[in-house]
């Protein structure tokens, strides 16, 4: 949404319909700024594709996995090593 001095905004728009003896009345539109939860969301966003664009950069094999042991990411370096091809 584009406000009244320029600036751009992300809005969540809902609205409900008021019925009456089935015949409808009127809407209300609730809108809601969701800007700040866009911005780190995109933040997020960066950060984890600069993460793995490291991680598969380097030369040594390194990968990561949960509490339980359960592989989540790997690098080129580590299939190598491993001696598998991703599938």
Not at 7 to 23: C, F, Q
Not at 52 to 72: F, M, N, R, S
Request: glycine share 6%; charged share 25%; with cysteine.
């Amino acid at each position: 949404m584009r406000c009244k001095n320029g600036s751009i905004k992300h809005v969540l728009i809902n609205s409900t319909v008021y019925w009456e003896d089935g015949k409808f009345k009127h809407t209300r539109c609730y809108t809601i700024d969701i800007t700040e939860k866009k911005e780190a969301e995109r933040k997020l966003f960066e950060s984890q594709s600069y993460y793995e664009q490291l991680l598969h950069g380097l030369p040594v094999a390194v990968y990561t996995c949960d509490a339980t042991g359960k592989i989540h990411l790997y690098n080129d370096a580590a299939q190598k090593l491993w001696g598998r091809n991703g599938t």
